[in-house]
């Protein structure tokens, strides 16, 4: 288990620099087996040195690149894979760890959350849209598919959600939500939300 300060979504893309000496002995240890750990994010304390508080709804990683640096550091890209609970935490040494049960996403039609999902990437376009005429201009990010260009609601949520600029805590929640549907009601509203106070910077510029 690696605990974090940020949240990583099933489905997410995520950069990790490994220099304290138990996640390098992590990192070596999943990289002989099946490239797998769990992040999970602190709620109190430092990623540093142990003794901090976690949350007990994390995501499963997958590592997809690694590269070992000539001091024994690690540069990682994990890519989420699905959200787990963890069920009881074991001894620290030589690293975190602890007995995890993965967490089912409830099996949703596109049909069923068609408007929802509609929302959300309308919501995400209008905050990205309103943030680069903040900055005075740049490249609008690639979105995740909307209705119509995807099968998969659930992984469109948790990409919506992983470019929504949530801080840790917002972003816990969204990922502690028990189903799609809800996933896509909260993204919206916190979009929403954003975009009324990316509107009142505009205008007071």
Request: glycine share 8%.
């Amino acid at each position: 288990m690696f605990p974090l300060g940020t949240v990583l979504f099933p489905h997410a893309v995520l950069p990790l620099h490994v220099f304290e000496p138990r996640y390098r002995a992590l990192t070596r240890h999943v990289l002989d087996g099946d490239q797998e750990f769990g992040i999970v994010l602190i709620e109190r304390g430092s990623e540093v040195g142990g003794g901090d508080v976690r949350f007990g709804i994390g995501t499963l990683a997958h590592i997809v690149q690694a590269a070992e640096l000539a001091d024994g550091r690690f540069a990682l890209a994990v890519v989420g894979v699905s959200r787990v609970k963890v069920e009881r935490w074991l001894p620290e040494a030589p690293f975190p760890q602890a007995e995890v049960t993965e967490l089912a996403e409830p099996a949703v039609a596109p049909g069923d959350v068609a408007a929802l999902l509609d929302d959300a990437h309308a919501a995400l376009r209008t905050v990205h849209e309103l943030a680069l005429q903040l900055q005075g201009g740049g490249e609008m990010p690639e979105l995740p598919a909307a209705r119509g260009e995807t099968t998969d609601p659930e992984q469109a949520a948790f990409e919506i959600a992983a470019l929504a600029a949530l801080g840790p805590l917002d972003a816990q929640r969204v990922l502690e939500l028990p189903d799609t549907p809800a996933r896509l009601r909260a993204l919206h509203l916190h979009l929403t939300e954003t975009a009324v106070m990316l509107r009142a910077r505009l205008a007071g510029s």
